[in-house]
T-cell receptor, first 111, second 112 residues
Framework: DARVTQTPRHKVTEMGQEVTMRCQPI?????VFWYRQTMMQGLELLAY????????DSGMPKDRFSAEMPDATLATLKIQPSEPRDSAVYFC?????????FGSGTRLTVV | QKEVEQNSGPLSVPEGAIASLNCTYS??????FFWYRQYSGKSPELIMS????GDKEDGRFTAQLNKASQYVSLLIRDSQPSDSATYLC????????????FGKGMKLTVNP
């Protein structure tokens, strides 16, 4: 399957709550990228994994964000505790055809 | 200087006109260049990739790359209202699975 699947599509949560976003990469692809998109900053790379190991998570606030890839079919991004400034669309992506295929994204609103 | 810069826009063109979108990048070792289209509320989708200097044409789209000037552009001929979207320029150092750095995007509106 050449699709990247993300859940949930939308999430509204209160400040301080834990948020978990999930991504199923393209089947058989071993690299996953997490991006965050806001109007002000555009698309920013948060982290990426290859063969389930983190290669670069320098774009991610370490005190509250964590990313994992427990197996080849699942990548997760957690925010604990969430803050209003985390409101954004979070995309995961798999490499394909030289570029990326993006998932549909998770639109997160923290109130 | 940001790694990948696009004109802030927005850009508005009449239907049938040529839309020209520009992008500059700062890292001279960049090797792969991409244009993505993003409709409002949707995820980015790849529309063009270019790896060597010169022009690459695909239907109504032409990507142009000038590595000496660190400049990449996208031309859309015979613009259609369905081309109205935000266009994102992306660059990476190496092919394959290395990370892409994106510009902030340029919003294009094609007026009927």
């Amino acid at each position: 399957d050449a699709r990247v699947t993300q859940t949930p599509r939308h999430k509204v949560t209160e400040m301080g709550q834990e948020v978990t976003m999930r991504c199923q990469p393209i089947l058989g692809h071993n690299t996953v990228f997490w991006y965050r998109q806001t109007m002000m900053q555009g698309l920013e790379l948060l982290a990426y994994f290859r063969n389930r190991a983190p290669l670069d998570d320098s774009g991610m606030p370490k005190d509250r964000f964590s990313a994992e890839m427990p197996d080849a079919t699942l990548a997760t991004l957690k925010i604990q505790p969430s803050e209003p400034r985390d409101s954004a669309v979070y995309f995961c992506a798999s490499p394909r055809g030289g570029g990326y295929t993006f998932g549909s994204g998770t639109r997160l609103t923290v109130v | 200087q940001k790694e990948v810069e696009q004109n802030s826009g927005p850009l508005s063109v009449p239907e049938g006109a040529i839309a020209s979108l520009n992008c500059t990048y700062s890292d001279r070792v960049s090797q792969s260049f991409f244009w993505y289209r993003q409709y409002s509320g949707k995820s980015p989708e790849l529309i063009m990739s270019i790896y060597s200097n010169g022009d690459k044409e695909d239907g109504r789209f032409t990507a142009q790359l000038n590595k000496a000037s660190q400049y990449v552009s996208l031309l859309i001929r015979d613009s259609q209202p369905s081309d109205s979207a935000t266009y994102l320029c992306a660059v990476n150092r190496m092919g394959g699975s290395e990370k892409l750095v994106f510009g902030k995007g340029m919003k294009l509106t094609v007026n009927p």
